[in-house]
């Protein structure tokens, strides 16, 4: 377990990268994540995530609308999903 706010920045360090936001700079984990949605007709398709430290997102008040970029791809914030111990999913369009 992570138990720290220096411990989490730690980790997105050392498995990710930097991204740059409005405010400034965001170091985060990005997953392209499979997605399979069934009903009438099956779609499958890939959802960008960003996982972050939930105190940097409110720091610099990221929220839904919010354009996040690294190497030059810029995505838009959809959705927060923050997991009750300190760090927060971004699902991202773009």
């Known amino acids: 377990m992570i138990e ?3 411990d989490r920045l730690a980790y997105l360090q050392a498995l990710g990268e930097e991204w740059s ?3 400034g700079k965001l170091w985060a984990i990005f997953d392209n994540e499979y997605a399979e949605a069934s009903g009438e007709v099956d779609v ?3 959802t960008p995530v960003l996982l972050c ?5 409110k720091a610099q008040s990221i929220g839904k609308g ?3 970029t690294r190497a ?12 009750g111990v300190g760090m927060m999913r971004l699902i991202l369009e773009g």
Not at 73 to 79: A, D, L
């Open 4 to 6: 720290s706010e220096a």
């Open 21 to 23: 936001t409005p405010a």
């Open 44 to 46: 499958e398709t890939r």
């Open 53 to 57: 430290r939930e105190s940097d997102a």
């Open 66 to 68: 919010t354009a996040v």
């Open 72 to 83: 030059g791809r810029q995505y838009v914030v959809r959705r927060l999903e923050p997991d």
